[in-house]
């Protein structure tokens, strides 16, 4: 992910957007205390949900910042080099980044928020039981009230470097990952954000491997984990944890790395594949120490530069956000989608124009089954971009404030609340309209839908021919046509 400055304009744009809010509070429009709340049109009509297309076309934003569908509003409720709500007078740190949400009490939502700062920012996480002197990354925690309200904000875990992405484990810890593999860093750590600032948090994982992390997801059905690196090249590993009870503690217990391989299928898993597939992933173990050698000495799928990834519906889906197709120029990216139970790599999206997509990074399924990804590098504006199993697109989100990147969006427990970051200058924002209600069969469907139209990648007939004789999907086929299997 990239890091953006915040420049005199931006400063004063920012200060323009609190006083309007204070001005105009008692419009209803706006909400007091300094943070912006917006309702995206006039009135509060009821959008369709996405059940079939999206909730409608973006409004302009009067105050410049987020364009947002007709009904939904949004909030800024934690912004970075202000103090933060626990009162003892620490600032909000920098470089706000991936987030997951868990139910709190008295129906509060826990953000737990990665800092991706390196080892000097103006605003670094001041732990008091740091992993590493002199990082300043790690992550805080936000207490927030049905009504959007942060009523306490800490730090969680401090020490790291580049707290980039993570991923949220099923009993309710953060795993926060280094994106980076310099001065000793480039681990993974757990964080509770019950317990902060506990041993735990500052005791990194090393069987997950030492390589400049991004994203982690879990699958709940095996425990297993899946990790995505960002770096040129990048390799798609899993984590096989020796004790997979998911339990708060049995991650440390160790567990085994393996990177993601095109090979030839051995005859005694033929079972576990397509009948007529000859070649499809294996997995290949690696020396957690030396994780990127080992894989790209073993021959192991080489992506360009992994980012977000999310589990759901039986599914991985994991992005590359710097991959491009031979035929197009500029940094466009890919979409994959993995299936665990029969080892199957799709490809599910591959951008051929900055209108459709443009640098794929944050990907989420929804409470409702829509995939949602957050852009990183639109140079008309990084969006948030909704695909329905249905086979529609829409934009959800446009940041119209300046070039960041949206990161860590997730929702509250109960649906009805979007958090993201807006990564710099700083900016948490809560949003929230007329969201369809939860939908399990819909996620289920959406991880076993076809790619929009425009959004599939193009093979030819050739590649298409091949996936018919072997019994596979063409999705599957472009896999090992893009990643050099002759075919």
Known sequence: MKNSGMNRRDFLRVGGMST???????????????????????????????????????????????????????KIISTTGQPMANGNGDLVPGLLDGMAAYQGAKNTTILVRNHECGTNHQFPVNGKNPWSKGAAGGTTALIVTPDREVVEEYV?????????????????????????????????????????????????????????????????????????????????????????????????????????????????????????????????????????????????????????????????WFDDTSARTTTASGRFGRVYRYFPATNTLELFFESQDTNQLHAPDNVTITPWGDLWIAEDGNPRGDRIIGLTPEGNVYEFAQNVFNNSEFAGVCFSPDGKTMFVNMQSPGFTIAVWGPFARRNSARQFSMSHAAPPAGFAPQISDKVAQYAEEKGISPLAAAVLDRHGVTI
């Open 156 to 316: 969680t875990n401090s020490g790291n470097i580049r707290n980039c992405a993570g991923g949220a484990s099923t009993w309710g810890t953060w795993l926060t990952c280094e994106e980076t593999r310099e001065m000793g860093h480039g681990f993974v750590f757990e964080v509770n954000p019950l317990d902060p600032e506990n041993e735990m948090s500052r005791t990194p994982i090393r069987d997950m491997g030492y390589f400049s992390h991004e994203a982690c997801s879990v699958d709940p059905s095996t425990g297993i984990w899946y990790l995505t690196e960002d770096s040129e090249p990048s390799f798609l590993y899993r984590f096989t944890p020796h004790n997979r009870s998911q339990k708060l503690g049995s991650l440390q217990e160790g567990g085994i790395l393996e990177a993601a391989a095109l090979d030839e299928l051995p005859n005694n898993s033929a079972s576990n594949f397509t009948p007529g597939q000859t070649v499809g992933v294996v997995w290949k173990q690696v020396n957690p120490e030396r994780a990127k050698e080992d894989a790209r000495d073993l021959g192991c799928i080489r992506f360009t530069r992994l980012e977000g990834s999310w589990f759901g519906g039986g599914a991985l």
């Open 20 to 74: 309007l809010a204070l001005t105009l509070g008692s419009t209803g429009l706006f909400s007091l205390g300094g943070q912006a709340s917006i309702l995206a049109a006039e009135g509060k009509a009821n959008n369709p949900t996405s059940g079939a297309g999206g909730y409608g076309p973006l409004v302009k934003d009067p105050m410049g910042f987020l364009d947002l569908p007709q009904g939904f509003q949004y």
